[in-house]
């Protein structure tokens, strides 16, 4: 890209947005999906990093964005998670989760990028919106595997804090490096 002034003779050659190919989610995947042409579902992932996480190439059939609807602000972990639950009156907030439909809800590899914020190995994080992208990440992998004959589907975490090990069992992680956490889930227990 080539920016210049009228009012003056300066010229700045700008490079080209760089386009990765081959993120390193897809390079951590491929040996567990070989020769296959894959699907990949993204959620979490803001518009301008999307050139980061997406992949092309022969063995890339679509690249879908999933998106989020935001959470209500009535929706706490203190209202999902009461202390006392009143029996009678029973009501339980809900987490708006995507609906990809058609083709868009069938994907191979699902990319998620967690929100970490204020978390720490002793604490953990009670956040509902790590919970809505852990819960819309198992939906979807559940969603995507009941359309196939071979209904496997891996998921992978970007961040720090990984998944949430009640939803994402620590058994069913195949690989992690560094905040890349490679899960192929048990769909039927999901």
């Not at 081959?22 to 020769?35: A, D, G, K």
């Not at 819309?136 to 720090?160: C, E, H, M, Q």
């Amino acid at each position: 890209e080539i920016i210049t002034s009228p009012s003056s003779d300066l010229r700045i050659d700008l490079p080209s947005p760089q386009v990765n190919n081959n993120p390193r989610w897809l390079r951590l995947v491929r040996n567990y999906l070989p020769e296959k042409r894959i699907r990949v579902g993204f959620l979490n992932i803001d518009e301008q990093d999307r050139e980061i996480y997406e992949a092309s190439g022969p063995l890339i059939l679509k690249n879908v964005h999933v998106s989020l609807d935001p959470l209500p602000e009535s929706v706490t972990w203190k209202s999902l998670f009461p202390e006392w639950i009143d029996e009678e009156v029973a009501s339980c907030p809900k987490i708006p989760l995507p609906k990809p439909e058609g083709s868009d809800a069938d994907v191979d590899v699902i990319v998620a990028k967690v929100p970490c914020d204020g978390w720490s190995e002793n604490k953990g994080l009670r956040d509902v919106y790590r919970l809505q992208v852990n819960l819309a990440a198992a939906n979807l992998a559940v969603k995507s595997g009941l359309r196939k004959v071979d209904p496997t589907v891996y998921v992978v975490f970007i961040g720090s804090c990984g998944p949430m090990h009640e939803i994402f069992k620590c058994d069913e992680r195949v690989r992690r490096v560094e905040d890349y956490w490679v899960y192929k889930p048990n769909l039927s227990r999901l």
